[in-house]
């Protein structure tokens, strides 16, 4: 899922500007030491080539020059060192004193190891060498996760300039592996100047900001890591179990991604400030994700705590060393509820007669011997208040108050914890409330992790976006949404803070409360939207961890929003969900697979893995009481990487079916781009939505999944099976890129001795409870006795159907078809990238939102494309779109625009057509919009050319 919205302006500038040739810098490999001390005087340094000159960034270009600035690059087998001048006349004007680095007068530097602009790292140091590091994902849209690298800097203060060393631990690239990393990286050193205002300078030649990854020069002749010290902490929490005279202790839980090489025994120490807060931890790392418990670390305070992890081998070379911001809370006393099992409120269409759960007391074990609870449910929604006592064992008491007397209205249980000698220790309260009849809609979430709305059990099928990312035609063909969707349009009301209030990112960041004008706007939007019957959910945060955005600032947000509203819960989309645990209702991962066709023709993807890993993680986080949703990758990022691709209809389903079995609730993809694009999602999402309806009867029931046992090579086929109603269904699932085979075994299968494809040719034997089937590469089978839906579109026909459009589509002649890649394209203003305009604009498909124009914008819209590898020559163009009425089509001709054809003023439907006598064989064209359609934006769909 993302936030488009800050596109709008430098998709317009960046397809405007012309791409600039790119440079490389040729490091060389020190023959000597560096020491660290921000002076450029190592004999390495004289060896070095000095880079070409900075320029300003091209959008803010000025007149006056570029104080000279430069760099230089070498490199040993461990780490690269850069070294940056920065010629500086007015260093008295100098600032180092703001508390931001990049407050100061400070420099950047930009590297991707493996030089596709797609995933890369910045460190900025400034000039009073206080420093600040980042790491970046799906062409800088995103953040990477939350781990920062050890690395060192010096910084020289002269008397006409400025000096900094820096060197960077090749380790320190922690989330690339070493078998990826290649001889030429992408490089960018920048460089931001507050002596006479804010200037910005650049190495490579940029347009509107640093972060245009696709733009950065190159750097050659670079080592690659250590393929034995290549590791990645991708997580750390920290469970406080004590809190006891200001100490707070517990169990470190880390995650380290290791790669093959690394495998093997490994020491794991947890420092704070450079002091070690835990005794190190003696494991054997194995190749994938691993996870390590440090217990008994020690802390003084709460909050969010940098906390360093080093992992070293066995001979004491270092592996990784970086430090993660973890949030540190401490509950001396907690609630959790059985019953009512969600958000503590009894609903009007649930049966539950009784309040029970245990009370969890987090004081030391020796404090807590021979101690009980007094516990007390009063309140005006108790005709009779309710007392008892009950020991504490192992930190905790359980407790069960007859609540069938229990009224309308609110009411307090408290808790007092009581030593052996009866002296109070800890006192605690929490609020349950018995709900009337919902003033709209009624949604919950019930024990089996269900979404229920208005009393009846819903898996949820739907779609991200399609209120924005579906063009009108679509709109008008599915109005209620495509085959089996749960629901469609308007379904959730927006909470969203950075959308609130822009100027609160810097408390967003904090853990702090968000802005009372956030908090006001959120509660007004609560009181608006709570009765709209077609409401539900709110939708708090979207990749809240990419944003830097606390858990503590969106939880203020998420207990305004279920206090004024319990009907309805709050979801948020991450991919590090189990991080906002206690923010949200509902949390929605999107473990995107990522397809790729690398150059030499090698189709590769994410581990699959990671789906049900994500899932897992929410029910464990959340303690099974938050539901498990999943967004899967529907689109494809070719605007950011011109080796990706959508995924096919296999990887699309595998993904869907991997959170299947790993206990998922819902899915949304979302529409950006290629939901309808292509037609491995475009037929395939309907083929699966009906899929999913039909096995309802299994998902949604109360009856709990079976055991079941996978032997498969490589731990690589997950698996989930059920009996409902004496009917038996199995799904498996393989997540790796090569056809397996798998013995499964489940009680489920007991008394059944065969089982049918559905949806697929064939049947199954089964033998004590026991089958073996084969699975293709990222296939998926689905089994069940008795057999369903034999008059259904298999599997195989499908895949068929698919081939047979795209071939369908191949044959038209369309001079243009598929070739975004030979062409240019630059836009007036649009939500999308100007290269998913490209893929959406020439894929075959005449109704998918390829382009459209901004509402709010005044001046005529215009797309343009410059042939710059192809040289169509037509008598026929086709376009599709909507509001095409005063469309021109326009050539560049002698260095100006000239009106060739303009299209018919009524037209009917979301077609016009241009013909001409004789051939037209442009260098470009320009699509102008002359007359503004009152029935809506301005679209585009398709755009074909024909002989």
């Known amino acids: 899922m993302r936030n488009w919205t800050w596109l709008v302006t430098w998709v317009v500038v960046l397809a405007a500007m012309p791409a600039a040739a790119k440079e490389t810098y040729p490091a060389i490999k020190a023959d000597s030491p560096i020491t660290l001390d921000g002076r450029l005087d190592e004999p390495a340094w004289n060896a070095a080539e000095k880079s070409s000159d900075f320029v300003w960034l091209a959008s803010r270009e000025k007149s006056r020059p570029v104080p000279a600035t430069w760099f230089k690059v070498v490199h040993d087998d461990d780490a690269v060192y850069i070294g940056i001048y920065c010629g500086e006349p007015r260093m008295d004007k100098l600032v180092v004193n703001q508390s931001s680095v990049m407050g100061n007068d400070s420099v950047e530097i930009f590297v991707d190891p493996l030089g596709k602009g797609v995933t890369y790292y910045q460190f900025a140091i400034a000039a009073n060498n206080s420093r600040w590091d980042g790491n970046y994902i799906e062409g800088g849209n995103t953040g990477g996760p939350a781990g920062h690298p050890a690395w060192n800097s010096a910084v020289h203060l002269d008397k006409d300039c400025w000096s900094v060393e820096v060197r960077l631990p090749l380790t320190a690239f922690m989330y690339t592996r070493a078998t990826t990393f290649e001889p030429v990286w992408l490089l960018n050193v ?317 408390n967003a960041a904090k853990d702090v409360r968000p802005s009372d004008k956030v908090m006001e706007e959120t509660r007004r939007r609560v009181l608006e939207a709570r009765s709209d019957p077609k409401l539900r959910y709110y939708y708090l945060a979207d990749e809240p961890e990419c944003r830097g955005i606390s858990p503590v600032y969106l939880r203020y947000q998420y207990e305004l929003a279920r206090e004024l509203d319990p009907y309805h819960p709050v979801m948020i989309i991450s991919r590090s969900p189990e991080y906002y645990v206690h923010c949200a209702d509902i949390l929605n991962p999107h473990p995107y697979i990522g397809p790729m066709i690398d150059g030499s023709g090698k189709r590769t993807i994410q581990n699959p893995k990671m789906i049900g890993r994500m899932i897992r993680d929410i029910h464990t986080a959340g303690e099974g009481k938050i539901a498990a949703w999943q967004t899967p990758q529907a689109f494809s990022y070719e605007f950011v990487n011109r080796f990706a691709v959508p995924p096919t209809f296999a990887e699309y389903r595998m993904s869907i079916y991997a959170g299947l079995v790993a206990g998922m609730k819902g899915l949304t993809p979302f529409l950006y781009g290629a939901q309808f694009s292509y037609y491995s999602t475009r037929l395939g999402s309907p083929f699966i939505y009906e899929s999913l309806a039909m096995l309802d009867p299994w998902v949604l029931s109360p009856v709990p999944p079976s055991e079941v046992k996978v032997a498969a090579p490589d731990d690589g086929v997950e698996a989930w099976a059920k009996t409902v109603d004496g009917k038996t269904l199995l799904v498996a699932v393989n997540l790796l890129d090569k056809p397996v085979s798998a013995t499964i075994e489940s009680p489920a299968l007991e008394g059944v001795t065969k089982l049918y494809g559905f949806r697929e040719a064939g049947t199954t034997a089964v033998s004590s409870n026991t089958i073996t089937i084969d699975l293709p590469r990222y296939g998926v089978h689905i089994l069940t006795n008795p057999p369903m839906g034999e008059k259904l579109q298999t599997v195989a026909e499908l895949e068929a159907e698919i081939a047979a459009k795209e071939k369908e589509d191949a044959s038209r002649g369309n001079l243009l078809y598929k070739h975004n890649g030979d062409m240019e394209l630059t836009s007036s203003s649009t939500y999308m990238y100007a290269e998913g305009v490209a893929v959406a604009l020439f894929n075959g498909i005449r109704d998918d939102l390829a382009w459209r124009r901004i509402t709010g914008i005044r001046e005529n819209p215009w797309v343009q494309i410059s042939f710059t590898g192809i040289s169509p020559k037509f008598k026929t163009m086709k376009v599709y779109g909507a509001s095409l009425a005063g469309l021109q089509l326009q050539t560049w001709e002698n260095q100006q625009w000239h009106t060739l054809a303009e299209a018919p003023k009524e037209l009917k439907g979301y077609e016009t057509e241009f013909k001409f006598e004789q051939p037209v064989e442009p260098v470009k064209i320009r699509l102008m919009f002359t007359q503004p359609d009152k029935g809506g934006a301005e679209e585009l769909y398709e755009l074909e050319m024909y002989e």
């Open 190 to 506: 920048s460089r931001g100047r507050n002596t006479e205002g804010w200037d910005h300078y650049t190495w490579s030649h940029l347009i509107s900001r640093f972060h245009e990854p696709k733009s950065f020069n190159l750097l050659s002749n670079m080592p690659r890591k250590d393929p034995t010290l290549d590791a990645g902490v991708t997580e750390v929490k920290a469970a406080v179990a004590s809190g006891a005279k200001g100490k707070y202790t517990g169990d470190l839980k880390v995650k380290i991604d290791v790669a093959p090489e690394t495998a093997g025994p490994c020491a794991v120490q947890a420092l704070c400030h450079d002091k070690p807060i835990a005794s190190p931890v003696n494991v054997t790392l194995k190749s994938g994700v691993n996870e390590v418990t440090i217990p008994n670390f020690e802390l003084s305070g709460l909050g969010r705590t940098d906390i360093q992890l080093k992992l070293t081998h066995a001979g004491g070379k270092t592996i990784t060393d970086m430090t993660y911001l973890t949030l540190v809370e401490y509950e001396p006393m907690r609630f959790v509820l059985d019953e009512p099992f969600y958000r503590r409120n009894f609903y009007p269409d649930e049966k539950i007669e009784h309040v029970r759960g245990t009370v969890r007391v987090n004081l030391p074990e020796q404090e807590l011997a021979g101690s009980q609870v007094e516990l007390t449910l009063a309140g005006p929604a108790m005709t009779t208040s309710l007392s008892q006592k009950v020991p504490v064992k192992h930190q905790q008491a359980d407790f069960t108050f007859d609540a069938a007397g229990m009224i309308v209205g609110k009411a307090e249980l408290t808790c007092r914890v009581l030593s052996a000698k009866g002296e109070p220790l800890l006192d605690g309260a929490t609020t349950i409330q018995r709900l009337d009849a919902a003033p709209g809609s009624s949604i919950r979430i019930d024990r089996n992790l269900n979404f229920v709305e208005n009393g009846k059990p819903i898996f949820v099928r739907h779609w991200c976006g399609p209120d924005y990312m579906v063009s009108r035609e679509l709109a008008e063909k599915y109005p209620d949404g495509p085959v089996n969707v749960s629901f469609w349009r308007g379904v959730g009301a927006s909470l969203e803070a950075e959308r609130i209030d822009p100027t609160d990112r810097q």
